[in-house]
């Protein structure tokens, strides 16, 4: 059965927290990764997880989250197509 999409203001607003984590991440990669990593050697990797973390939070914003994990569990545990 094709579930339609529905628009959840708790999840936008979540998506919204998360996506500003993200940016935070990214805007203070340097000092996250001179007190909690390698230092100069880990800048790039820590804001590739803050893109990441970015992506996910516009995914939670769209509410898209529900459709891949969806998939994945119906994917690992069965249920059909």
């Known amino acids: 059965m094709l579930n339609m999409y529905e628009f959840s203001i708790g999840a ?12 935070l991440v990214i805007i203070f990669h340097q000092a996250i990764a001179n007190n909690f990593l390698y230092g100069v050697g880990s800048y790039d990797k820590v804001k590739m997880w803050g893109m990441i973390i970015c992506g996910v939070g516009i995914a939670i914003m769209a509410n898209l989250h529900s459709f891949i994990l969806g998939f994945l569990f119906k994917s690992v545990f069965g249920g059909g197509l």
């Open 12 to 23: 936008f607003f979540f998506g919204m927290l998360v996506l500003v984590g993200g940016a």
